[in-house]
Nanobody, 121 residues
Framework: QVQLVESGGGLVQPGGSLRLSCAAS????????MGWYRQAPGKQRELVAA???????TYADSVKGRFTISRDNAKNTVYLQMNSLKPKDTAVHYC???????????????WGQGTQVTVSS
């Protein structure tokens, strides 16, 4: 069994900062890419940022220069530092990881339960 547990969401004023964390646990042999997605009401889930196990990163154009994704491979944890937050960043943010379990040659996508980020004055 593999679980992704997110933390760090909340309410923040425009221009403020939040740091999201997502820790993976369970029968994990290797984690490949990890990332953050978000879904606002009435909209499709979209990629915010992703990072490979080698450290290469990808960002949505809307967050470039404001958000930073990082990971601690020893802790199986991915972070999202969000600065200069805007009301349009309001959404449920989901952690995603591509994981290979012990005893398997296959990889699967796992998702966290989601954490709400609300940017409002």
């Amino acid at each position: 069994q593999v679980q992704l547990v997110e933390s760090g969401g909340g309410l923040v004023q425009p221009g403020g900062s939040l740091r999201l964390s997502c820790a993976a646990s369970g029968s994990i042999f290797r984690i490949y890419s990890m990332g953050w997605y978000r879904q606002a009401p009435g909209k499709q889930r979209e990629l915010v940022a992703a990072i490979t196990n080698g450290g290469s990163t990808t960002y949505a154009d809307s967050v470039k220069g404001r958000f930073t994704i990082s990971r601690d491979n020893a802790k199986n944890t991915v972070y999202l530092q969000m600065n200069s937050l805007k009301p349009k960043d309001t959404a449920v943010h989901y952690c995603n990881a591509e994981i290979q379990k012990y005893g398997s040659s296959l990889t699967y996508d796992y998702w966290g339960q989601g954490t709400q980020v609300t940017v409002s004055s």
